[in-house]
Every structure is written in C-alpha cells, then in structure tokens.
C-alpha cells in the first residue's frame, strides 16, 4: 500500500487491477472501509480522505457536494484512472450519485452503502445546528451523540469504531461537510445507467430502507439488498455480508 498526495489530500492506493474508489460519508475516512480491503483481492483499490476528513485538510475551491466530487476527480487524475467502480457510505453515496450524472465516462457500477437521496428537512436543520456545535464545541458531544444513534444495539465494537472517527475529525472539516449535506440536493438518478447496488441497514435512521426503495424506483438499473439487524454503520455492523455484497456486484461488472 502507497500513499497519493493531492495537495493536502491523503488517498491510499492498494493492489492492481480494476480500479475501485471508496468514498466515504460524514464523521468518515479512509477507514470506514477497512473490514472489506481483504475481500478486494485483484482489484486496485483507492480510499481517499475527502478534504477536511482523516488526514486531509480542508482545501480551497469549489464548495459543497460539487466540491467533494471535484475532489475525487482530481485523485483519479492523480492515480491515472480513467475508469473505476465507485463504492461509497452515507454523504459518499451522493458524492458517487453526482459523479455518476455528470461523468458517466468515469463510472463502471455503483455500490452504496446506506444510500441517502438527499437529506429530509429535518436532517438538514439537524446538520447545521451540528455544524454549528463543532465549531464551537469540537467533536466529542458529536461523537457520543452519533455513535449510539447510528449503530444498533450489540455492535459495541463497530459502536467504538464509530465514536474513534468522529472524535478524530477536524472540526471545521466536519462542520464544512455538514454544511455541505445539509444544502444538497438529489442528484437526477434517471440518469444514472451503470449498473448500481444499494445497500441497506434494516434498522438504519440515517438512510432508512424506505429511501433505499424510493431510490430503486428511480435508478435504471438497480438492485437493493437489505441487511437484517443492523443500522448505519453496515460495513463495520456486518463485515462479512457487506464484503460478500460488494465482491459479487464488482465481479459481475468488470471487464475481463
């Protein structure tokens, strides 16, 4: 494993092969997709930290959801792909959507974990009062607060993981991402036609399975599986379904 440098943004780069991208969501990084690397022998697998996440700063330039995906552009350029599939959690299912719409030529399939449209009113009034309180109270009421929220119950493990990503997030970064989710909106997904699998916790309040269906509906060529007893955080929930998920669905997509 080598490390890409993209201005201030750290990208892990893995293997060899078809290209994979894992984007991760809000209070994520690079990490968040540790439990499926094992499962992802053969393919060339690229985990950036989005600016203002994990070990990349926040950067100058294009603001919100846009920007991000501007972002992971720039790492591909930076890797030399031209071509990948793209794998993403929570905020990064947008970002995947929207990279998905405006640069087609770019997307092979699409795996979304905890898929999300774009949030609901309430979410967004949610995401701004808690972008405010990063700022003025840095991470560890987030973290606390998010962590048993979002994790169901009897995953105490993926419940520390959880807590651990959060409490080591810039607070400014985190607040810019939430600012950012919190202005989205939905990306067009009739004009998505890669080949897309949803992923869906049974219990998750963040991505609720009825937003995963709705989504569905919308995309042309869509699959949704929905993993039983387990909420947000599916990869670190139930690591061994969602690496069987996701091997299966790249597999059947990639070009011999």
């Avoid at 890669?194 to 399975?209: F, K, Q, R, W, Y």
Wanted: with cysteine; hydrophobic share 45%; net charge negative.
């Amino acid at each position: 494993m080598s490390d890409i440098s993209v201005g201030s943004m750290k990208i892990e780069d893995q293997g060899d092969g078809v290209a994979v991208v894992m984007i991760h969501g809000l209070g994520g990084t690079s990490n968040s997709f540790q439990t499926l690397i094992s499962a992802l022998d053969g393919y060339r697998v690229l985990r950036p930290d989005l600016p203002g996440a994990g070990r990349s700063s926040l950067r100058p330039g294009r603001p919100g959801i846009a920007g991000l995906a501007t972002a992971v552009q720039d790492c591909l350029k930076a890797a030399g792909i031209a071509k990948a599939h793209f794998v993403g959690h929570s905020m990064g299912t947008i970002v995947c959507q929207y990279l998905a719409v405006d640069h087609p030529e770019m997307v092979q399939s699409l795996t979304l974990f905890g898929p999300i449209l774009e949030p609901p009113a309430a979410a967004r009034t949610g995401l701004n009062e808690r972008a405010a309180t990063a700022t003025r109270e840095g991470m560890a009421g987030i973290a606390e607060a998010v962590h048993k929220a979002s994790v169901s119950a009897g995953k105490p493990v993926a419940a520390a993981f959880v807590r651990e990503s959060l409490l080591r997030q810039d607070a400014n970064g985190y607040a810019a991402h939430c600012l950012a989710l919190s202005s989205v909106e939905a990306a067009d997904l009739a004009k998505i036609t890669c080949s897309t699998l949803l992923i869906a916790g049974e219990t998750d309040p963040v991505a609720p399975v009825a937003m995963a269906e709705q989504m569905k509906q919308k995309l042309p060529r869509a699959q949704l599986e929905i993993i039983p007893e387990v909420a947000h955080w599916m990869m670190m929930e139930a690591p061994a379904r969602s690496a069987e998920l996701l091997r299966a669905h790249l597999d059947a997509n990639s070009i011999s």
